[in-house]
Antibody, heavy 122, light 106 residues
Framework: EVQVVESGGGLAQPGGSLSLSCAPS????????MSWVRRAPERGLEWVSV???????HYADSVKGRFTISRDNSKNTLSLQMNSLRAEDTAVYYC????????????????WGQGTLVTVAS | DIQMTQSPSTLSASEGDRVTITCRAS??????LAWYQQKPGKAPKLLIY???NLESGVPSRFSGSGSGTEFTLTISSLQPDDFATYYC????????FGQGTKLEIK
């Protein structure tokens, strides 16, 4: 059975840092595109970042230069390092399988974690 | 960047109604369009991919259509479990979600 579990959310001060982690089961992070998606309070879903099977990374303009996506193939985990946090980064962050927007057989995000809440406030 | 405009933002309907939600892309995305359902406190659930393909396990009352820049999600006969928020997603060039449609009980 495919399952995705996130961890690492919490409270951070503006300008601070947090690191999120995602541990899937039923598939390996190295075999598929993996993404982070967030939903801010009273707002819709926003794609944040993706890492390809080849290791290429891409970010939404809103987080570029502040967030870093990475994966550890030996541990089968995905991470999101969030620096220079702002109030507007407050959201539930989801780890999701998918994010390939170039392949002919691409799939949309089809397996999601339960989400982890990040709150940025002083 | 591709922008997605979803309408309406809120939709009030009754059980048994047929409802339609629309998404418009700022440029052609071919058929790289998906639809999701999200309930409070839950992860989004994939309903439709590649504009009109029903994801495994999704009831057949859900259907999708469209191509290019105009897409629709139709629920043929609303069930109590369908009252939720719906999002479209373009995955033609990176990923962009629509603003969401909250489907409420009338």
């Amino acid at each position: 059975e495919v399952q995705v579990v996130e961890s690492g959310g919490g409270l951070a001060q503006p300008g601070g840092s947090l690191s999120l982690s995602c541990a899937p089961s039923g598939f390996t992070v190295s075999s598929t595109y993996m993404s982070w998606v967030r939903r801010a309070p009273e707002r819709g879903l926003e794609w944040v970042s993706v890492i390809s099977t080849g290791g290429a990374v891409h970010y939404a303009d809103s987080v570029k230069g502040r967030f870093t996506i990475s994966r550890d193939n030996s541990k089968n985990t995905l991470s999101l390092q969030m620096n220079s946090l702002r109030a507007e980064d407050t959201a539930v962050y989801y780890c999701a399988r998918g994010g390939d927007t170039f392949g002919s057989s691409r799939r949309p995000f089809d397996s999601w974690g339960q989400g982890t809440l990040v709150t940025v406030a002083s | 960047d591709i922008q997605m405009t979803q309408s309406p933002s809120t939709l009030s309907a009754s059980e048994g109604d047929r409802v339609t939600i629309t998404c418009r892309a700022s440029q052609s995305i071919n058929n790289w369009l998906a639809w999701y359902q999200q309930k409070p406190g839950k992860a989004p659930k994939l309903l439709i991919y590649k504009a009109s393909n029903l994801e495994s396990g999704v009831p057949s009352r859900f259907s999708g259509s469209g191509s290019g820049t105009e897409f629709t999600l139709t629920i043929s006969s609303l069930q109590p479990d369908d009252f939720a928020t719906y999002y479209c997603l373009q995955y033609s060039s990176y990923s962009t979600f629509g603003q969401g449609t909250k489907l409420e009980i009338k």
